[in-house]
């Protein structure tokens, strides 16, 4: 009999297992994948970007947008900070608060190894969990390791993001079996796709990247009748054959509801319409030239040729004898460019997923299921979902040590 058994051996999982067991607890921690950890193992493009020094509760979406602060304030990105330079392991910070380690992602998973054998983690892996059942205070674990009982039991098993390394919807059916809801998953950090057709002028400028403004309006969660919420981020943004990519659109991809628009500012930090009056005397530019002095020209020739609603010549035309009409228009469409995405790309290439176990049946300080004592849900199955940047990690890790140090 243990006194914990952690499914899912992944960030949350490890952690919840080491902090448990380093607390004198008799812990089990079992994963049915092959390798250990391979979504840590892949993170930051390898170097796993692990917290974000600026990590506040404004920076998750939920139904319940405080509900992170208590497990946020308890263990915080200093504290993993903390845990990592007593490991000697080297890191940086890239972009506004995003740490990553110098070398390789592979010493954070080796940290995470060596917690879990100071607290004596007993390890089940490859190891299937067939059926979870109860009997009288336990929890009772059919696995391809025969039958685990265990008091408490914590399910670390992921979002549905990357099927091919091993994501299931375990938790979501697991929390289902006892009682508990779920809210609706859906791909997010994802790339946005369009309608073929309609993206077909854009498609040739696969791989052209620039900054971009992007928003979206969406419903407040929770609460349908209030007024759209604007959301909007200041990132790069990446052309791709089927649609969008680059961190703009990954982020926006969170807040992004199916049949909205997504509105492009593709020169957020200048006036087009002023510069263009400003410069217009005399100036035999094309139009195609002088937005090339700002975009890659890639972009300003085609962009120019294929945006519904400007003059099909307008790239040809010089500045100078641009009417005013048509310099507005030009300006609000560079400022205000809006597309409805036919869809995402899907959790085949999503880096998380957004909803998950709904966070009323939880109580916020230790991830405990409110109707079912002894049972947690820790990580990215849980309603929480961070933007981009080392928010998920850290989300992962702070549920994780409110878990197990509430058991
Ligand atoms: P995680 O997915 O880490 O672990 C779940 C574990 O459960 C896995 O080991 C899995 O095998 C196991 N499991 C699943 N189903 C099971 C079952 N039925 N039975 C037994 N075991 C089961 N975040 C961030 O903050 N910084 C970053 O740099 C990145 N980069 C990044 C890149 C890519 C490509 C992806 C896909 C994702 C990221 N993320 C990220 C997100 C981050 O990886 C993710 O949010 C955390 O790993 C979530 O931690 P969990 O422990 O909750 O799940």
Redesign the pocket.
């Known amino acids: 009999m243990y006194d914990v058994a952690v499914?899912?051996?992944?960030?949350?999982?490890m952690m919840a297992a080491a902090v448990a067991g380093q607390r004198g607890l008799k812990v089990v921690l079992?994963?049915?994948?092959e390798r250990l950890?391979?979504?840590?193992r892949?993170?930051?493009g390898g170097r796993?970007?692990?917290t974000n020094k600026g990590t506040t509760a404004a920076n998750f979406i939920s139904q319940n947008p405080h509900f992170c602060r208590s497990a946020l304030a308890g263990y915080t990105a200093n504290d993993f900070i903390q845990l990592v330079n007593q490991y000697g392991i080297g890191w940086h910070e890239k972009h506004r608060g995003q740490l990553f380690c110098n070398d390789s992602s592979e010493s954070i998973i080796a940290m995470l190894r060596s917690e879990c054998d100071k607290g004596r983690v007993a390890w089940r892996m490859p190891c299937?969990?067939h059926e979870v059942g109860q009997q009288a205070s336990c929890f009772v674990l059919r696995t391809d390791a025969g039958t685990i009982r265990a008091h408490n039991l914590v399910v670390?098993?992921?979002?549905l993001?990357?099927p091919k390394?091993?994501?299931?919807d375990?938790a979501l059916k697991l929390a289902r079996q006892f009682g508990l809801k779920v809210v609706e998953p859906r791909p997010a950090l994802v790339p946005l796709l369009f309608d073929a057709q309609q993206w077909q002028p854009f498609s040739t400028l696969s791989g052209v990247a620039l900054e971009a403004r992007v928003s979206t309006s969406s419903p407040v969660l929770g609460k349908p009748t209030a007024k759209p919420l604007l959301t909007q981020f200041d990132e790069d943004l990446l052309f791709t054959h089927k649609g969008l990519s680059g961190p703009a659109i990954l982020q926006i991809s969170s807040y992004w509801n199916p049949g909205q628009p997504i509105v492009l500012d593709l020169a957020p930090d200048a006036n087009i319409e002023r510069t263009l009056q400003e410069t217009r005397q005399g100036n035999r530019q094309l139009l195609s030239s002088v937005l090339a002095s700002i975009w890659p020209k890639r972009l300003a020739e085609q962009w120019l040729k294929n945006t519904p609603d400007l003059p099909k010549q307008i790239g040809d035309m010089r500045l100078a004898d641009a009417p005013n009409a048509v310099l507005s228009s030009l300006a609000r469409h560079i400022h205000e460019w809006s597309l409805v995405p036919s869809g995402t790309a899907g959790y085949r290439k999503?880096?998380?997923m957004r909803g998950g176990v709904d966070t009323r049946y939880l109580d916020q300080r230790s991830m405990e299921a409110k109707p079912v004592a002894g049972l947690y849900f820790?990580?990215?199955?849980v309603d929480v979902t961070?933007w981009l940047g080392?928010?998920?990690?850290?989300w992962?890790w702070s549920s994780a040590v409110a878990c197990a140090r509430a058991i």
């Open positions: 499914i899912g051996a992944g960030a949350a999982g079992l994963d049915h994948a950890a391979e979504k840590i892949i993170s930051g796993c970007n692990f299937a969990v670390a098993t992921g979002g993001a990357i390394l091993g994501a299931t375990f999503a880096e998380v820790v990580g990215e199955a961070g080392g928010y998920n990690f850290q992962a």
